[in-house]
């Protein structure tokens, strides 16, 4: 745990001191709007491919916040390197690629580097390969602060991948090379794919504790993050906010509300695990998910109109892909009021 809060504290330290070089400070406000995705794992459209099932989805959602003027972060994550060639990747994903760079085109792109793509921060080449990508430099980054004035404070947000201080992920040989040699093989052999909601409930709980337990400890800042492909919201999984309302329904005696729930639950359609909660947490952790659900969802986090929301895009047969607000509050019920 140690090591990881320094880290975050650490890299909060250096972009707020020297933004630019290792992450960026932009100033937000009710005008401002952001979508925040990690997680695409982009592959080689094989059975080892994660991102496949969801790619229609993405596009459908980059499609939109592009048409709405959003800002894109990319936390992460977003090319699958340890599995893949990276000229594997490059060739299957043009059209990901190509949707990308309409916000690039538009000054309104951040890419940020994770611990499965972290090619892009320490092979020299890395720049060189963007550029030959999107048509245009790109620089990476390893996190962003949004800076924001609410109610005469100031708010700040940073957002980075979360593998930081993470011995099992920040940069770790081993890793990458039981992914590539074991992992790998052994998922494509039995057609797999491991990014659904219960798929290492352990590690996730663990880390997502420990994320909370950081940002606990900070005063009037919020931390958004991927890496974990669990979506969180005001420091619960989105599983745990529907138990809470499937609880305040039941007391109410909402028989309706307490059906739907129920329904969804049935359905499988809640996405997350449930994790340690601590007593002083202050409700500021949240978590992107992932674009690599087994089902072809995708999850993110917006920030637009002074709210910060959870949003899923999903299939829907009549009508393709949609966006469904899962949460949102107001950006100042993140402040120490």
């Not at 999107?134 to 949004?146: A, D, P, R, T």
């Not at 499937?246 to 129920?262: N, S």
């Not at 087994?294 to 892909?321: A, C, F, M, N, Y």
Request: proline content about 2%.
């Amino acid at each position: 745990m140690k090591r990881i809060h320094e880290a975050l504290s650490a890299l909060f330290s250096k972009i707020k001191k020297d933004p630019g070089k290792r992450g960026l400070v932009l100033n937000f406000d009710n005008s401002s709007k952001i979508i925040v995705f990690s997680d695409q794992h982009k592959g080689i459209r094989n059975f080892v491919d994660d991102f496949a099932l969801s790619e229609k989805n993405y596009l459908a959602a980059l499609g939109y916040y592009n048409r709405e003027s959003y800002l894109y972060c990319n936390l992460g994550d977003s090319e699958e390197l340890w599995k893949n060639t990276l000229y594997g990747v490059i060739e299957s994903n043009q059209a990901t690629f190509e949707m990308e760079k309409l916000f690039l085109n538009r000054n309104a792109f951040v890419k940020i580097f994770g611990n499965h793509d972290l090619y892009w921060d320490n092979d020299p080449l890395a720049g060189f390969t963007l550029e030959k990508v999107y048509g245009q430099k790109v620089k990476i980054y390893e996190g962003l602060v949004l800076q924001m004035h609410i109610l005469g404070t100031e708010l700040n947000i940073l957002l980075t991948h979360g593998h930081q201080g993470d011995l099992q992920s920040d940069g770790n040989w081993f890793s990458k090379w039981f992914v590539s040699n074991v992992w790998a093989p052994f998922q494509a052999f039995l057609r797999i794919n491991p990014n659904t909601p219960a798929y290492d409930t352990q590690l996730k709980s663990e880390h997502n504790a420990i994320m909370y337990d950081w940002t606990a400890k900070q005063s009037n800042l919020a931390l958004i993050t991927g890496h974990t492909h669990q979506p969180v919201f005001n420091s619960l999984t989105h599983l745990e906010r529907m138990y809470i309302r499937l609880d305040a329904a039941r007391k109410d005696g909402d028989t309706q509300k307490v059906q739907e729930i129920e329904a969804e639950f049935i359905a499988g359609k809640i996405s997350g695990e449930t994790s340690p909660r601590l007593e002083y947490s202050k409700n500021t952790y949240f978590n992107t998910g992932c674009c690599c659900f087994s089902d072809g969802d995708i999850t993110g986090i917006e920030l637009e109109g002074g709210k910060i929301r959870l949003v899923k895009w999903k299939t829907d047969q009549d009508i393709g892909s949609r966006r469904i607000i899962l949460e949102e509050t107001e950006l100042e019920n993140l402040l120490d009021l």
